[in-house]
Structures are given as C-alpha cells and as structure tokens.
C-alpha cells in the first residue's frame, strides 16, 4: 500500500486517483478550490466526473504540506499553464519524492516542456511522465487501459509500474521521456485541430 499525492483536483487528477484507491492505496488530493475540497470530501463527488463515487480512502485538502509530507511519491496533474505557478509553491515540500507529471503541454511563454519546467524550479527533482491512450471518464469507472510511465531512474518505473498496474490497467515502461512528452502534446494540440471544422481536412 502506497500513500500517493495527486496534485490538481480536475478530472484527471481524481479519476487517477479513484483508480490507485481501487488498488489499495491511500490518496490525498490538492484542490486550490474550497469547493471542490468540500464535495470530494462531504459528497464523495467530482464536479468533473458526474455519476462517479469517490472512494473512502481519498481525501482532499487545500494545503500541500498536509498532502504532500507522508506521500511516497508525487502525481503532478494541473494543467500545463499552471505547473510552475504550483510547483513553486509546494516544492519545498518534495525531498526526494519523486515527481510524476502527469499534464500534457507546454509552458507557452518559453515553449519548455514541463519535465524542463520542473527541473528549471528544481534541479535535482527526480522526475517521471505518465501519458498514455486513455480518458478520465474511463478510467473513473474501470474500462481497461493502458499507460506508459519514462523516466530516466529505474525505481521510479518499477515503483509507478506496480503501484499503477491491475487487472483494468497495463503499465509500460519508457527510458524516453522527452518522447512521451512530446508525443502526448503533439496528441492534444492535434485533437484540437481536429476538432476545429476548419481542420476537419487532416482526418482524411
């Protein structure tokens, strides 16, 4: 059993963490939104995840310190724009947690992607990305999945891998972490496109 900080309390952030809660492990999410904390917390709901129940073994809360200072490592799932903002103000707390960013995108402003953004703020941060095809409403609700975990450390691979993996979900391991970066902003930004009528062209 694993206790796992999940920084961001969207869709992403909380269907990942009803799946590590349904594998046994224990969660604490950072929300910025007294709200948000009040209905994961009160009514076992997420705005974001209508019709979901949120298991009993999560727990949401406005300060990282209270998330952050018992978790064995650390999922990173604000969006891109918000990472450095976010990240200033908890790594303080982060030791030698690893950090699992799980967001995609850039930082717009230098165009770095945010494994570069988080090293920038911390050098010596021992980082992972987990990306992969799959979407929160499906993994909220156990539809099987998979995901891929890179990272340049070899114990945050096989820590992420055991931790993430049951019988709705598949872990692959990555050495290329710049890749799976890349591959999952080239991803969003093409959904984008694609969704766009003036693009519909490039589904053809």
Not at 61 to 88: C, G, M, Q
Not at 97 to 112: A, R, W
């Amino acid at each position: 059993m694993k206790k796992i900080a999940v920084i961001g309390s969207g869709s992403w952030g909380v269907a990942l963490s009803i799946h590590l809660a349904r594998c046994g492990h224990q969660i604490k999410i950072w929300s910025y939104d007294e709200e948000e904390k009040r209905l994961i917390n009160e009514e076992r709901k997420c705005k974001f995840l209508p019709g979901v129940v949120i298991n009993d073994n999560i727990i949401c809360s406005n300060n990282f310190e209270e998330v952050i200072e018992e978790a064995d490592f650390i999922l990173h799932v604000t969006p891109s724009k918000f990472t450095r903002d976010t990240f200033k103000k908890y790594k303080q707390y982060v030791g030698n947690k690893p950090i699992i960013i799980c967001s995609k995108g850039f930082e717009k402003e230098t165009l770095k992607t945010l494994d570069e953004v988080i090293l920038d703020e911390l050098p010596t941060a021992r980082i992972g990305v987990l990306s992969g095809p799959s979407h929160a409403e499906e993994v909220s609700i156990a539809i099987p999945t998979a995901l891929v975990i890179a990272s340049k450390h070899e114990d945050i691979l096989q820590v992420i891998q055991n931790t993430f993996m049951c019988n709705e979900m598949r872990i692959y391991t990555s050495r290329d972490v710049k890749g799976v970066e890349l591959g999952r902003c080239i991803k969003k930004h093409y959904c984008f496109l694609c969704r766009n009528s003036s693009w519909n062209w490039i589904r053809r």
